[in-house]
């Protein structure tokens, strides 16, 4: 008797399953076309080709619904002077982290406009000689012939991270032909947790074609990977797109590991920059399933003894299979 009804009981979930409209396009769909993307920031992509603080960041992303998505990404950071086994207390310290990202997405609708975009995502990941940095930059700087940084046996320790992010954007056509020349992305976003813990205000002003196509770009620390054009049938998108972009952000910053180091265990730190402004310059291109973009940054000063203000610049590439 209990066998029949889990038989029963069973048989009737899978069937609400399937007679769902979600799985009903994914069944009639010739097959689920996986998003991928690859970030690349590095100040050596820079005006300044510089090899200091934030010196490296890679994301990895993947997309295989309309709404949820992955992503895996490290960063990199280093002090001034990397010549030193041991850097001066008042300079940033060695640290990296590794984080996994996973996160959803929708186009919110406004009386027929779909104007806007919310994502909400969660992180966990590890700092310290376990995210890989040191190995990742000494095999880079091998690779390229130049030294490896001296002073990676002081870098901030080993210890789990999380983090919760919201970022709410609101597109604002600024062209009165109708022809989407031009537009303005508003942004804001909201991180909390050991990673960083921040509230970040901005605006992405574009020039270019088909910009209703695209939700403007941004850069690993500040943005998801998510694309609300993408649907399982591999549809993204159909028109070509390209246009420039140039944005400004302002942070107001109350917990980064990169400066204030481990949350749980002492570690190196220097004293925090409650507000660092950010702005970027940018030009980026898609048509049907691939998309390429480029950007350089320039960021005022992460902590207070900050020597100057730092440049790195940075690559997305995207696609479809």
């Known amino acids: 008797m209990r066998r029949a009804m889990f038989h029963l009981a069973f048989t009737t979930v899978v069937f609400a399953e399937t007679s769902s409209p ?91 406009r779909r104007d806007c975009l919310f994502t909400l995502e969660g992180q966990v990941g590890v700092t310290g000689p376990a995210s890989g940095a040191e190995m990742i930059q000494d095999k880079f700087h091998h690779a390229i012939g130049i030294g490896t940084p001296a002073g990676w046996g002081t870098q901030i320790p080993s210890e789990p991270v999380f983090n919760l992010n919201a970022e709410f954007k609101r597109k604002i056509i600024w062209d009165d032909s109708g022809r989407n020349l031009r537009d303005v992305i508003a942004h804001a ?48 998108p159909r028109t070509f797109s390209s246009y420039f972009f140039t944005d400004a952000q302002v942070e107001f910053v109350f917990k980064n590991y990169a400066t204030d180091g481990t949350t749980f265990r002492e570690s190196a730190h220097v004293i925090r920059t409650p507000v660092v402004g950010q702005f970027l310059i940018g030009a980026s291109a898609s048509i049907y399933r691939t998309s390429i973009t480029y950007y350089m940054a320039v960021r005022t000063k992460d902590f207070e003894t900050q020597a100057q203000m730092h440049y790195f610049g940075g690559f997305k590439g995207e696609i479809s299979f």
């Open 189 to 236: 976003q909201l991180q909390l947790g050991t990673i960083r813990t921040e509230l970040v205000l901005g605006a992405q002003a574009r020039w270019g074609l088909n910009l209703q196509d695209t939700w403007g770009q941004g850069t690993i620390r500040h943005s998801s990977v998510y694309n609300p054009n993408y649907h399982s049938d591999g549809v993204y």
């Open 22 to 112: 979600a799985v009903r396009v994914a069944q009639d769909s010739e097959g689920m076309h996986p998003l991928i993307s690859v970030s690349e920031e590095n100040d050596k992509f820079g005006i300044k080709g510089t090899d200091i603080y934030y010196t490296q960041g890679l994301r990895i992303g993947f997309q295989n619904d309309p709404n949820f998505y992955w992503a895996l990404a490290q960063e990199i950071n280093t002090p001034l002077n990397t010549d030193v086994d041991v850097p001066p207390e008042d300079d940033q310290p060695y640290s990296g982290v590794l984080y996994l990202t996973y996160g959803y997405g929708k186009v919110l609708e406004r009386g027929g």
